[in-house]
């Protein structure tokens, strides 16, 4: 049984840093497209990041670019989401979600999702 587990989140004060953890089990990481989401109160979810079947550089958003980094480690079957400068308008619950898809691309939906975790940036 596919399963991804996030976990990290919790609340910090603008400025600080956060690493959100994803675990995957039932399958193997590193032939999947995996990506992280966010979704804020009352707004729509969005794409934070994503890394390709196929590996790769990861592909980050314009609001996080240079913020948040993304990596896999495959031997742990585990993806992070290193976010630094964390910003009031990144809270929100973080989803990582992984894609059978074969490709150098992200792909535009994804079939598995974790239940999420919630980051509050908050003074």
């Not at 497209?33 to 790769?56: D, H, L, N, T």
């Amino acid at each position: 049984q596919v399963q991804l587990v996030e976990s990290g989140g919790g609340l910090v004060q603008p400025g600080g840093s956060l690493r959100l953890s994803c675990d995957a089990s039932g399958f193997t990481l590193d032939y999947y497209a995996i990506g992280w989401f966010r979704q804020a109160p009352g707004k729509e979810r969005e794409g934070v990041s994503c890394i390709s079947s196929s590996g790769g550089s990861p592909y980050l958003s314009y609001s996080v670019k240079g913020r948040f980094t993304m990596s896999r480690d495959n031997a742990k079957n585990t993806v992070y989401l290193q976010m630094n400068s964390l910003k009031p308008e990144d809270t929100g619950v973080y989803y990582c979600a992984a894609d059978p898809t074969l490709g150098t691309m992200c792909p535009p939906r994804y079939e598995h999702w974790g239940q999420g975790t919630q980051v509050t940036v908050s003074s």
